[in-house]
């Protein structure tokens, strides 16, 4: 059995549904507004089918049904029904371009959505990878950079450019990273399973260094490098 996350790279693939349709009884893992289109909204449901929805426009409004597939040894694609965990639009980059995270999966793909409904698919890449599964991630709002986090505890920092890790640590919190966040081009913050909250420096130090650790008790106080 091979690695779902691991081979989506290798092609991509689509259905078009045409024209507006309900999305029924399915249930959603994740739901996003384009930060580059306001009309425009994706939604992705458990089996790892995508709606994306779009209001207005030339075109006018509109569901199209998308979804990753494998190629198999005959040259036959094969839809991927794993569940997502995340997506991030990647702002400022190419139209409908995405980050993402799937159920369990170590790695962080990258794609973007076919732009014209349907008639060719689009490729997805491996991204990055962590060594155990990525549990969250946040683009930054200028598209050049993304920080993710694994539930083994590791945080790591990479440029979008060119998908290079730029920091990393592989210890930032005993139980799991639950959540990420960019503060700024030089600061991203992690909250873990180990209840705490720390901000790190990002540098052109390859690691990651700890500037401030909240915990649950802690007295709030100022930040300061």
């Known amino acids: 059995?091979?690695?779902?996350?691991?081979?989506?790279?290798?092609?991509?693939?689509?259905?078009?549904e045409k024209p507006l349709s309900a999305l029924?009884?399915?249930?959603?893992?994740?739901?996003?507004?384009d930060p580059e289109d306001r009309r425009h909204a994706v939604a992705v449901e458990r089996g790892g089918v995508v709606r994306a929805?779009?209001?207005?426009?030339?075109?006018?409004?509109?569901?199209?049904?998308?979804?990753?597939?494998?190629?198999?040894?005959?040259?036959?694609?094969?839809?991927?029904?794993?569940?997502?965990?995340?997506f991030e639009f990647i702002p400022k980059q190419q139209a409908g371009a995405l980050l993402i995270s799937q159920m369990g999966s170590p790695n962080l793909l990258y794609s973007t959505l076919p732009a014209d409904g349907g008639e060719t698919g689009s490729m997805v890449f491996l991204f990055g990878s962590h060594n155990a599964a990525v549990s969250a991630f946040q683009v930054s709002t200028d598209g050049t950079t993304v920080?993710?986090?694994?539930?083994?505890?590791?945080?790591?920092?990479?440029?979008?450019?060119?998908?290079?890790?730029?920091?990393?640590?592989?210890?930032?919190?005993?139980?799991?990273?639950?959540?990420?966040?960019?503060a700024s081009p030089?600061?991203?913050?992690?909250?873990?399973?180990?209840?705490?909250?720390r901000v790190w420096q990002v540098s052109d130090d390859p690691r990651l260094r700890m500037l401030h650790r909240m915990t649950p008790g802690d007295a709030l106080a100022p930040l300061t490098s």
């Open 53 to 86: 929805m779009r209001t207005g426009g030339p075109k006018g409004s509109g569901v199209e049904r998308f979804q990753l597939h494998t190629e198999a040894e005959d040259g036959e694609l094969q839809p991927v029904h794993r569940a997502w965990r995340q």
């Open 1 to 16: 059995r091979h690695d779902a996350a691991s081979k989506t790279g290798r092609a991509g693939g689509i259905v078009a």
């Open 186 to 197: 030089t600061c991203v913050m992690s909250a873990g399973n180990d209840g705490s909250v």
């Open 147 to 182: 920080v993710s986090g694994a539930e083994d505890g590791s945080l790591a920092v990479w440029r979008i450019a060119d998908g290079e890790k730029v920091g990393s640590i592989s210890a930032a919190h005993r139980g799991g990273v639950r959540a990420v966040a960019i």
């Open 24 to 33: 029924g009884d399915s249930r959603l893992d994740c739901a996003r507004l």
